[in-house]
């Protein structure tokens, strides 16, 4: 273990010193956030011009209509109530895009759930919050639900939390947006697994050319030298991912800050102030808030995320770790490792194919099988994490689902070992009884 830490500590050093690990450490997270900032800015589209109904049936809001300051925006207030079916079906309501239905005991819960059919632009989220947050005000103040005047209500109560809800998915049970975000964490991985595996090749090749396996094999074993360099480069792909994840957080949190303040939390609205509305359609120009967003900054758990990708990472890498080392020991140059790199490249590739089929059919067998194999699971758990899955389903199995890639992990490494071991010697051989022959 002792000549296996000095070697890791050998090609540690060497890959953090060299200027593609530095340039890495500062494209990769740049890349990162461009990629993020492209995805939310095709992802601000969504329905303008909306009809809306507005069920009262405490009769909160009585014989009022919304101001109709907002020419693409209609609504009807009506005292009655119905399920989310009829909303769907009811040919008297399907003209409605969306349905506000205010709650007896909106002024405790302060939640008003907005269902709609399609997917609704931020502009008109603001304007519809906007309108039912002052006509709430309003009609608190002049039923005397509070002995108060306008202006005191608004500066000492609380805004309301709006839940928009897919109607054809009221359980929001599909998680298309939060599977792509695992599916983005799984592709790091892969990338990560093969930069880095591609790395052990190289070593490896490069030890074997300039005859420095020779000098090492002098004090330590073919294995250790092996398990050095696995955990030598993987050491330098962890510290490369955690600065990755302290650059790109601070760039979401700038992000967040600057281009994409949460415009549809009320509590940054300026509701005392009569040109609160035309500010926010002055600043909706260039600063929107969009389901992507919403996913990114409130419905991933990052400390779940970025613990079982931490986990996965290092499982993947020493599984995928094992082969790479056994393709550089019987590889005789670099060219010929690049060339046997190719079906782990395949499969790689496959399971990031295997991961966008997650995404889209979750709960397919095939998923279920893909979880289980060493070569794919770590993105397809990564996918499931970001749906969810462990909270829906059960947690044993993904957990079970790690163990499986852990005793895979360790019977490949072995067996890589074993490999290593006989080529590197056999190695060591030819090239002594080749010079042996010529100095004679």
Request: glycine share 6%.
């Amino acid at each position: 273990m002792q000549y296996s830490w000095i070697i890791a500590m050998r090609e540690f050093s060497e890959r953090v010193r060299s200027s593609s690990f530095l340039w890495m450490l500062l494209i990769g997270p740049l890349a990162i956030l461009l990629f993020v900032f492209v995805l939310l800015r095709i992802s601000d589209e969504g329905k303008k011009s909306v009809k809306v109904i507005v069920t009262d049936p405490s009769f909160i809001l009585p014989n009022r209509q919304m101001i109709k300051g907002e020419s693409n925006i209609s609504y009807d207030i009506r005292d009655m109530s119905f399920e989310h079916t009829e909303f769907i079906s009811n040919p008297n309501l399907t003209s409605f895009d969306v349905w506000i239905e205010i709650n007896q005991k909106v002024l405790s819960n302060k939640v008003i759930k907005v269902f709609y059919r399609e997917e609704i632009s931020t502009e008109a989220k603001i304007s519809m919050q906007l309108e039912v947050e002052r006509r709430l005000e309003e009609a608190f103040v002049e039923n005397k639900y509070l002995d108060v005047t306008l202006e005191q209500f608004r500066n000492i109560k609380q805004p309301l939390n709006f839940d928009y809800i897919d109607i054809q998915d009221p359980g929001k049970k599909t998680s298309k947006i939060e599977g792509f975000v695992g599916l983005g964490f799984g592709v790091v991985i892969v990338l990560f697994i093969l930069l880095f595996g591609l790395a052990i090749v190289r070593s490896t090749s490069k030890d074997k050319s300039n005859r420095i396996v020779e000098v090492v094999l002098a004090s330590a074993t073919p294995r250790a030298m092996m398990f050095g360099k696995i955990i030598g480069i993987g050491l330098s792909a962890v510290i490369q991912f955690a600065s990755w994840v302290v650059l790109v957080g601070l760039g979401l949190y700038l992000l967040r800050e600057n281009v994409y303040p949460d415009l549809l939390d009320p509590s940054n609205w300026d509701q005392s102030s009569e040109e609160a509305k035309a500010q926010l359609a002055q600043q909706l120009t260039r600063q929107t808030q969009n389901r992507l967003l919403d996913v990114l900054y409130h419905q991933i758990d990052y400390g779940i995320m970025l613990t079982n990708f931490f986990l996965l990472f290092i499982l993947g890498y020493l599984f995928y770790g094992a082969f790479f080392s056994f393709i550089g020991a019987i590889s005789t140059s670099e060219s010929d490792g690049q060339q046997y790199t190719l079906p782990l490249v395949g499969l790689l590739l496959f399971s990031i194919g295997i991961g966008y089929f997650t995404v889209i059919q979750p709960e397919s067998e095939w998923v279920s099988i893909f979880s289980w194999v060493p070569f794919t699971s770590p993105v397809v758990q990564l996918v499931r994490v970001g749906q969810g899955y462990y909270l829906t389903h059960s947690a044993i199995a993904h957990t079970l689902s790690l163990l499986v890639l852990l005793m895979s992990t360790v019977v490949f490494l072995y067996l890589a070992s074993r490999v290593y071991q006989s080529r590197i010697l056999n190695f060591t051989r030819v090239k002594k009884s080749f010079f042996g022959s010529k100095r004679k």
